[in-house]
């Protein structure tokens, strides 16, 4: 099933808005012009087991901003460093005109791959241009890209789990400190690994510990690799008022994602794994059914 949803122009128009808006703002607080002086990347590592990488935008007016790419600090270092690389494609530009900067990074970069870890990298420079916009006008950055989120804020925790033990703990834990919205994840061996009855029974045990008045969102990380295998589940957790599907199905066939949406009354949502730019959400949406 196809949920209303919000229409791709009009969140266009709102960003174009948005970010006009924030040469007005900062021209009218009297701010001097700022520009981007460096670009530096730090790499975090968890006992060499999981790589990621922060990128830090500095300017000249002393206002730095953050982002994080999911993906090795080295490549995302040379993507940054080399001669002809982020940084000095950026040097000495306006840090509020992002949406023109990605432009230019994504133009720049055609050779080098379309997607993977050239986005990855762009993306963090993007997310830390937001930064700085929103210290440099001191707004929150969901209000500069879209609209304030405070009326409707809603804390969320998730859980994978390896046993029914550990499900009714972590779900437990959950219910006790007040969580309403709780997202379960695949787990070798268990959820999104067996077959639809195992899902079924674990989602059935997990709505039973957090009760009927609490969002439950599951991630299946592209797990049901055949379309059938990820209808007749849906259909098996159907009963257990189920919020969303997250990733059900690998991300290259989109084909498939319609089917499933066609046949489902539940949500299917998806984004993380295999889609990195407004062109493959387009084709999400229009060729999914998402």
């Known amino acids: ?3 209303p949803s919000l229409q791709r122009r009009d969140f266009l128009q709102t960003l174009g ?3 006009w808006g924030l040469k007005e703002a900062w021209g009218a607080s009297g701010g001097p012009a700022v520009k981007i002086s460096e670009i530096e990347t730090i790499a975090l590592k968890d006992s060499d087991k ?3 990488t922060l990128v830090r935008v500095r300017t000249d007016a002393g206002v730095d901003g953050l982002g994080q790419a999911e993906s090795p600090s080295l490549v995302i270092d040379s993507i940054i460093k080399t001669a002809e690389g982020l940084e000095n494609l950026l040097k000495g530009e306006d840090p509020l005109q992002v949406e023109r900067l990605w432009q230019k990074m994504y133009s720049a970069t055609g050779l080098w791959g379309r997607r993977g870890v ?5 993306g963090a420079v993007e997310t830390a241009l937001w930064d700085i916009a929103g210290k440099l006008v001191n707004k929150p950055v969901c209000e500069l890209i879209w609209r304030s989120f405070a ?7 998730w859980f994978p789990g390896d046993t029914e033990q550990e499900i009714r703990e ?3 834990m959950a219910v006790q400190a007040g969580f309403q919205a ?3 994840e695949e787990r070798p061996g268990g959820f999104g690994h067996v077959d639809s009855r195992t899902d079924a029974r674990l989602v059935r045990l997990i709505r039973e510990i957090i009760g009927p008045d609490r969002d439950l969102m599951l991630d299946v990380q592209n797990c049901w690799v055949e379309v059938g295998q990820a209808i007749a589940t849906c259909r098996a957790i159907a009963p257990y008022n189920v919020y969303f599907v997250e990733a059900p199905l690998p991300p290259d ?5 319609k089917r499933l949406a066609e046949a489902t009354d539940i949500r299917i949502a998806a984004g993380d794994w295999g889609f990195t730019t407004r062109f493959d959400y387009i084709d999400l949406m229009e060729k999914g059914g998402i």
């Open 1 to 3: 099933m196809v949920l």
């Open 17 to 19: 808005l948005a970010i």
């Open 50 to 52: 999981y790589d990621l």
């Open 118 to 122: 050239t986005i990855a990298a762009i």
């Open 151 to 157: 009326a409707t804020r809603e804390a969320t925790v």
């Open 170 to 172: 972590r779900f437990g």
């Open 182 to 184: 709780v997202k379960f």
């Open 253 to 257: 066939n989109l084909e498939a994602y």
